[in-house]
Each structure stands twice: as structure tokens, then as C-alpha cells.
């Protein structure tokens, strides 16, 4: 088993949310390399930090839409993970083609959902 974690950039405003999956990822051996719970750090951590291997970025930041932390992201080749509690359907059009995950999630959908983004970005 290699000993090289993926790395994530996790985007969430809700703390027990956050520590769920933080702790899923550290069982599916993955490492958070930055994470934010307002629009304007993951902006600023969107632009500066390492590039991950993934960005799970929450839709809504406590009434605020994510997307442009998507932009940003994108635009440095990142591949994204929405989470959302709305669904595709809850996405702008120009999102709707990215993976997500519907909120509520578990371990095993997160899983798949990374899996899935992994192979659309190899």
C-alpha cells in the first residue's frame, strides 16, 4: 500500500460537518491540506494554497454561494466536488456537470464521489 496521501481542500460552514469529514478523509487516507468555513478564506486559500488533488466545496456558506472559490479553482486546473443538501439541480447551469454529493452524505458516498472526480482527472 503506498504511503502517499491525496490531498484535499476542504470548503464547509458547519463544524460538526467539517469534522465528519475530516475524519472521513482520514480513514479513506487522505490529508486536508487547507480548509475554510467563510467565502472570503476560501477565496484567498483558493488563489495560495498547494494544489490539491480535490476541492469539496459546501454550496452554501451560511447564505453565500461558493462558486466563486469554484472559479478560482478551476481556473488552477482543480478538479471540484460540490456538496450540497439541494442537489445537481441546485447548481448554476455552468455546474451542473461536476460531481456531487447530496447532504446528508456518508463515508461510502464520499468515497465514490472521489473516485468518480479521479477518474474525470487523472
Not at 486536508?32 to 490539491?52: F, V, W, Y
Not at 452554501?60 to 466536488?81: E, H, M, T
Not at 455552468?94 to 464521489?113: D, F, G
Amino acid at each position: 500500500m503506498s504511503s502517499i496521501r491525496r490531498k484535499a481542500f476542504v470548503v464547509e460552514d458547519e463544524s460538526l460537518v467539517l469534522i465528519n469529514l475530516e475524519d472521513m478523509l482520514d480513514q479513506m487516507g487522505w490529508s486536508i491540506i487547507a480548509q475554510a468555513m467563510r467565502l472570503a478564506d476560501a477565496e484567498r486559500l483558493a488563489a495560495s494554497t498547494e494544489l490539491p488533488d480535490v476541492a469539496i466545496l459546501d454550496v452554501n456558506l451560511g447564505g453565500v454561494q461558493v462558486f466563486p472559490v469554484a472559479q478560482i479553482l478551476a481556473s488552477r486546473g482543480v478538479p471540484i466536488l460540490f456538496a450540497t443538501g439541494y442537489g445537481r439541480e441546485g447548481l448554476p447551469p455552468e455546474w451542473q456537470s461536476y460531481p456531487v454529493i447530496a447532504k446528508p452524505y456518508t463515508q461510502a458516498e464520499v468515497e465514490r464521489a472521489l473516485g468518480e472526480v479521479l477518474a474525470l482527472h487523472p
